[in-house]
């Protein structure tokens, strides 16, 4: 039987209230615990149900059996057994034996099986028994991993992970406590709880920390709460990093010109600090290591032209150009599968109106009377007239293609071939948008409008009977965002 309350008793569970009302946990909601069976899951399954009734929460308890071992069934006969003692909801979860191999795939598929029963109970989080001594353990690891200030913060106490297409709240209201605390509360509880036996190998290098490392930097600074409210305040640091990058990607995200590329304002992530722009980088690319970061900031400078400058990175292609720093997804070596992109062609169909959706751009048209048609003007460069094509030579909207011609009307009104690369020139838009470009191209294949940058090669005005094609391009955001850098 549980003995009379101490000090300690005391703390732990004030401490452990004090965590569920940081995480807005109120009255009629559900929490799912990751009970393994062993203490600290166990001492957490203590508080919780002493908890439950004055807080008014449910509370289901979980215990996923990873048959990597032949005690684990062990372990969740007595996890199984208990709860039905204490009367408690409890979900068990067998995992096919040889499925999981190693410790890290044994995380995932737990957390993706924690997952799934949160959204079955609808429950507010998962919350773990991870204690300071973890969080300082995890901290030692990645520390000697090279990790910076995410790896230092890791173990927060209320934390979303994505699993999978899941987002998972995860709590750990015991971060305020030391190992010795939560010993000391299972013991004067007297609890009951199994021993998993990979805890007392050598093999893993956290146990080798907890065996090794620990004592002895206890042995030399006497106490290691100093260093525990270190890397609580970390957290809160980190916390304040995460909200700066998350502004800093707000205002710089640009529209892309493809649909699975990460555009941002080169001139916003270059006047940031390095470090908020490695941060935002790194969301979207986290294999990323310290040297390609750095050679990804060397390229923001040359950002500011129109003649792109390409870095190949582990599973992407970087590019600096227009203002701005795109990183592609890559498959082929040095990203050459993203070097020459090409859109699609598609043909405008000669009928009385239509419209289309193209690389972003929407592009509608009509055929009317040539009498009844507004004439091109520069200031609507986005819309043109041409001819009205015949049904069996239709007209064709697709993007600049190397070697392009453009037929255009001469002052004396005689049409002009000029190399189309001289328009795009001319207007500073460089090779890596053209492609998606919208250009009229006639039955040969032949350009007869650039949208927004060449007037059309109008219809014979003496024929006012004559049948026109009125069409109207509105760009796509990232043309637009693109022009707009241009006239800044």
């Not at 050679?295 to 923001?300: G, M, N, S």
Request: proline share 7%.
């Amino acid at each position: 039987m549980p003995t009379s309350p101490s000090g300690n008793d005391d703390d732990l569970v004030a401490g452990v209230q004090d965590a569920l009302q940081r995480a807005g946990i109120t009255a009629g909601d559900t929490l799912l615990l990751a009970w393994s069976g062993g203490r600290d899951s166990t001492v957490l399954l203590d508080l919780l149900r002493r908890l439950a009734t004055p807080l008014q929460l449910n509370l289901v308890a979980a215990h996923i059996d990873h048959a990597m071992r032949e005690s684990s069934t062990r372990d969740a006969a007595h996890c199984e057994e208990q709860a039905h003692r204490f009367g408690l909801c409890f979900e068990r979860v067998t995992l096919t034996a040889g499925q999981v191999t190693s410790q890290g795939e044994a995380r995932e598929a737990r957390y993706l099986k924690l997952a799934e029963l949160a959204l079955a109970h609808r429950a507010r989080a998962v919350l773990t028994a991870h204690h300071g001594d973890d969080r300082l353990e995890s901290a030692l690891i990645n520390l000697l991993r090279g990790s910076g200030l995410d790896g230092l913060a890791t173990l927060q106490e209320d934390a979303t992970l994505r699993i999978e297409h899941h987002n998972l709240r995860v709590l750990r209201p015991l971060l305020f406590a030391s190992a010795r605390q939560v010993a000391d509360y299972a013991r004067e509880r007297n609890l009951t709880w199994v021993d998993d036996p990979t805890n007392a190998t050598d093999h893993y290098l956290r146990n080798r920390i907890r065996q090794q490392v620990t004592p002895q930097l206890r042995a030399i600074a006497g106490e290691l709460s100093p260093a525990r409210r270190t890397l609580a305040n970390l957290e809160s640091e980190h916390e304040a990093a995460e909200h700066a990058a998350n502004q800093l990607e707000t205002r710089a995200r640009r529209p892309a010109l493809e649909p699975d590329t990460h555009a941002f304002d080169a001139h916003l992530l270059l006047s940031a600090p390095r470090a908020l722009c490695f941060r935002v980088i790194l969301r979207i690319a986290p294999a990323f290591d310290r040297e390609t970061l750095e050679r990804i900031a060397a390229l923001l400078p040359d950002a500011f032209s129109i003649t792109p400058k390409h870095l190949s990175a582990p599973g992407f292609l970087v590019r600096a150009s227009h203002g701005r720093l795109t990183l592609l997804p890559a498959r082929q070596r040095g990203g050459r599968d993203r070097l020459h992109p090409t859109a699609s062609p598609i043909k405008i169909a000669a009928t009385p109106r239509g419209a289309l959706d193209w690389q972003g751009s929407h592009v509608r048209w009509s055929i009317l009377p040539r009498a009844q048609a507004a004439p091109d003007h520069p200031a609507r460069p986005w819309r043109c007239l041409l001819p009205a094509p015949a049904a069996h030579h239709p007209l064709t909207l697709r993007g600049y293609l190397p070697g392009d011609t453009l037929t255009r009307t001469r002052q004396d009104g005689t049409p002009q071939k000029i190399k189309a690369s001289a328009v795009f020139q001319a207007a500073r838009i460089g090779a890596d948008t053209r492609w998606c470009w919208p250009c009229v191209a006639d039955a040969s294949n032949d350009l007869i409008w650039i949208a927004g940058l060449s007037t059309s090669f109008p219809p014979d005005p003496t024929h006012a009977s004559r049948q026109v094609l009125e069409v109207i391009v509105r760009p796509s955001a990232a043309l637009s965002a693109i022009l707009q850098w241009q006239r800044k």
